[in-house]
């Protein structure tokens, strides 16, 4: 079973509006393929933690190591790539580009990174779109959509650039039961039948239950897992 | 055929604001059709001015200056012991202000290649006598073929010909505005009278109206012997030799040239007209300062709505940040839009100006018999249609690039934390 990321003594703080320890020495192996939740009371530092496991806050003391490579210490170009290729986002709030329509909201981050052809990333995307059930909505605005569409398409931009890491931020977290078990079944899929490995911050009990682990926090330390 | 994805984000965002994209688009169109409609105008005012002006002003005028310099005197001669001689207020001794050696001056600058048409001239002051009516103005004594050919002459008579003064022995070609307050017309005789006393008697052999009323109103040409004769001098004698050049932007050199090859003042057209050329400056000052100022309101226009479009897409701009897209391409992503919005106002503003400056040249001028304009001058000249672009786009391009900039340096974190 082999480590694909490798967090060490991460220790983070707050100047503003007082200095104020967030993430005390928090250390975490993640294996690949697995479905990680991180549980715990809100403002325990859940979301710091991740933000800095997927590299976009650099301000931070430890190490991580991603897929072999130490990401502590690259530039922010290097970061948006090793980004872009390695690590897919699911934020709380869907965060789709309202003017845009589903098709070209999943499409725009293959299209930045510039491997594909405009063909290609144009199946890929509707590919995405089928795996979490929205192939039929691909010409429409995404603003017009619902909160649990949006929260799949918003899946199924994270994985567009095939990463082998998806992080998702409470992607449950305004949706109802109903549409939250839709989404929990596609990240179970995910992992099991693709592959991918999942760390998904929650404070959704049963949602961390199902999870193949899950890592519990509070006031910036992991408590046990 | 696909735009790259900047391009492509970037059209999504004007296309979904049209009417915002509209607004600040406008604000340039006007900025750059008022620019355009302004300098078009006041050149074509600059360029009436200079044309009327230069059909009263040689491109250079030789004439013998009233010296003011009286470091020697005669006195010198008179005390030889080396004393400091002191000598206050010395009247002007009697000169005459005639060029010597014209004879030779004037073949002499027919030699050279740049030179169109030498004009020699004396001019005198005189009484334009017909009945009872008295009336000062001024003769001009000329050769009038090379006159002709200096101010276009032949295309201004209003009756009569120019040639006609060469056959007739005392032909006189009169202004129009004189002939009219004299109540003559060709064939008729006038009597002149000078200021020292001297009588003569001319025929009209034709009319002429430059468009200047100063000039309309008081001026005739006769023959130069004619001039030598009133005044009672010999054949030789001239006071000014007028030049046209071939191009007339070497006017203030070979002025230069002239006054010291020939010991003689030579003025060319803008040192004559000092005044007329200050207020080509302040008109052309006037303009730049109006359509910049006018320009610069627009480019506020733009970042106004480029910040606004920016703090509505803080969000976006978090998750393209978060997707790989680097400072440079957000930069891209917003710039992009203000410089279509600047480049579609500036080629919309330049048909409007264009329009505007038409109609405007298509007004009539109010009829003014002094004034020799049927409508309102204006130029169409590419350049300014040119720089009026460039401008209009360097103003969107610096009101676009700081909110864009400032839009690159959102931290995506901050945002979208949940
Ligand atoms: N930018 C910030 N500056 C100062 N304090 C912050 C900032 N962001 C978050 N915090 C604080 O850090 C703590 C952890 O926040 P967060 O990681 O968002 O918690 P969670 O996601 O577990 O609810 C909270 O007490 C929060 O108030
Ligand atoms: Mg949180």
């Known amino acids: 079973m082999s480590i694909i990321l490798k967090a060490e003594k991460l220790n983070k703080f707050f100047h503003e509006p007082d200095k104020f320890q967030v993430l005390n020495n928090i250390s975490i192996d993640i294996i690949k393929s697995e479905f990680v939740t991180i549980n715990g009371k809100s403002g325990c530092g859940k979301s710091t933690l991740l933000y800095l496991l997927s590299t976009l806050d650099t301000d931070y003391k430890g190490t991580i190591t991603i897929n072999d490579t130490v990401v502590t210490g690259l530039s922010q170009n290097q970061l948006a790539r090793f980004r872009n290729k390695n690590i897919g986002f699911v934020f709380q709030f869907h965060f789709l580009l309202p003017e ?43 603003s017009k959509l619902s909160g649990g569409q949006q929260q799949r398409v918003a899946i199924a931009r994270a994985l567009i650039n095939e990463p082998t890491i998806i992080m998702a931020d409470e992607p449950t977290g305004n949706l109802d039961s109903a549409n939250a078990q839709t989404i929990f079944n596609i990240f179970k899929e995910l992992s099991t039948a693709k592959g991918h490995t999942i760390i998904a911050v929650t404070h959704d009990q049963d949602f961390a239950k ?16 | ?190 009597n002149l009278a000078t200021p020292t006393g001297t009588f003569m008697r001319f025929r009209i052999e034709g ?36 030049v046209k050049l071939k191009d007339i932007h070497l006017a203030s050199a070979y002025a230069k040239s002239f006054q010291t090859k020939y010991a003689y003042k030579a003025d060319d057209w803008e040192t004559s007209n000092a005044s007329i050329m200050a207020s080509f400056l302040i008109r052309d000052v006037l303009t730049y300062v109006v359509s910049i100022t006018l320009l610069i309101v627009a480019g506020f226009g733009i970042y106004n709505i480029m910040t606004m479009t920016i703090n509505s897409k803080m969000k976006d701009i978090a998750i393209l940040k978060a997707q790989c897209f680097a400072r440079k391409d957000i930069i891209q992503i917003f710039l992009s839009q203000s410089l279509v919005i600047g480049v579609l106002g500036a080629l919309t503003g330049i048909i409007l100006g264009f329009t505007l400056s038409y109609l405007l040249s298509q007004v009539p001028f109010p009829k003014n018999e002094n004034i020799s304009l049927k409508f309102f001058p204006v130029i169409f000249e590419p350049k300014h249609y040119i720089f009026a672009m460039m401008f209009g786009i360097v103003t969107t391009f610096i009101a676009g690039f700081m909110p864009s900039v400032k839009a690159s340096k959102i931290d995506p974190v901050a945002i979208l934390r949940g």
Not at chain 1, 116 to 125: D, G, M, Q, V
Not at chain 2, 113 to 140: E, K, M
């Open chain 2, 207 to 242: 009319t002429f109206q430059i468009g200047i009323g100063t000039i309309d109103n008081i001026k005739s040409y006769v023959n130069t012997a004619s001039v030598q004769q009133l005044l009672g001098k010999d054949r030789s004698y001239i006071t000014d030799i007028n």
């Open chain 2, 1 to 190: 055929m696909s735009l790259p994805v900047n391009l492509q984000i970037s059209r999504t965002h004007l296309l979904s604001r049209k009417k915002q994209t509209l607004v600040a688009m406008l604000g340039v169109t006007f900025g750059i059709a008022m620019f355009i409609l302004m300098i078009s105008f006041m050149k074509g005012v600059n360029k009436f001015l200079e044309d009327t002006m230069l059909q009263a002003t040689p491109d250079i005028h030789i004439y013998n200056d009233v010296k003011t310099d009286y470091t020697r005197t005669v006195a010198g001669d008179y005390y030889k012991s080396g004393e400091l001689i002191m000598i206050h207020h010395p009247k002007p001794k009697h000169v005459n202000l005639n060029i010597r050696n014209a004879e030779l001056i004037i073949n002499d600058l027919m030699q050279n290649p740049d030179v169109a048409a030498v004009s020699p001239h004396l001019s005198t002051q005189v009484f334009y006598n017909y009945g009872p009516v008295q009336i000062n103005g001024l003769i001009d004594g000329v050769d009038i073929m090379q006159e002709a050919q200096l101010y276009g002459l032949k295309e201004k008579m209003i009756t009569g010909r120019v040639e006609n003064l060469l056959t007739s022995n005392n032909g006189i070609l009169m202004g129009q505005g004189l002939t009219d307050k004299l109540n003559v017309r060709v064939g008729d005789m006038v």
């Open chain 1, 210 to 225: 199902n999870s193949d682990r899950t890592i519990h926090m509070m006031d910036g330390q992991i408590v046990d897992n």
């Open chain 1, 100 to 142: 845009f329509t589903v098709l070209q909201n999943v499409m725009i981050p293959a299209q930045r990174l510039g491997i594909h052809s405009e063909k290609e990333i144009r199946e890929l995307a509707n590919e995405k779109l089928k795996l979490v059930g929205m192939d039929t909505f691909g010409h429409k605005v995404s």
